[in-house]
Nanobody, 115 residues
Framework: QVQLVESGGGLVQPGGSLRLSCAASINIFEINVMGWYRQAPGKQRELVAT???????NEYDSVKGRFTISRNGAEKSVYLPMSSLQPGDTAIYYCYAAILSRNSWGQGTQVTVFS
C-alpha cells in the first residue's frame, strides 16, 4: 500500500487559485496511475485529473483549462495547480494511486470556494 499525504487546501474566493500537493511514500514511477479525485457534500467521489506512468493525462471536462496535473519524480509528488476556482469546485480533494489492482487514497484536503 502506498502512503499518500496531501496538502495545499484552503479557503479562496471565486476566481482565486490554490495548489494541491501529494507526496507518495515510494518512487512515483513505480505507480501505474496517480491523480486527484474530489467529493462534494452529498455527492459521489469524482475524477478530477490523473496521470499515468507514461505521462498520459486524463482530466474531467469541467476542470480543463483551469486545473493542470503535474508531477516531480525527485520529490515523489504530484501536484494540482487550480485557477479560476468556482463555488462548484468546493469539495474534499483526495490523492489517488493505483499499482495494478491495488488502490491507495490520501486522507483528503478541503477546498472551499466562497463568495
Amino acid at each position: 500500500q502506498v502512503q499518500l499525504v496531501e496538502s495545499g487546501g484552503g479557503l479562496v474566493q471565486p476566481g482565486g487559485s490554490l495548489r494541491l500537493s501529494c507526496a507518495a511514500s515510494i518512487n512515483i514511477f513505480e505507480i501505474n496511475v496517480m491523480g486527484w479525485y474530489r467529493q462534494a457534500p452529498g455527492k459521489q467521489r469524482e475524477l478530477v485529473a490523473t496521470i499515468n506512468v507514461g505521462g498520459r493525462i486524463n482530466e474531467y471536462d469541467s476542470v480543463k483549462g483551469r486545473f493542470t496535473i503535474s508531477r516531480n519524480g525527485a520529490e515523489k509528488s504530484v501536484y494540482l495547480p487550480m485557477s479560476s476556482l468556482q463555488p462548484g469546485d468546493t469539495a474534499i480533494y483526495y490523492c489517488y494511486a493505483a499499482i495494478l489492482s491495488r488502490n491507495s487514497w490520501g486522507q483528503g484536503t478541503q477546498v472551499t470556494v466562497f463568495s
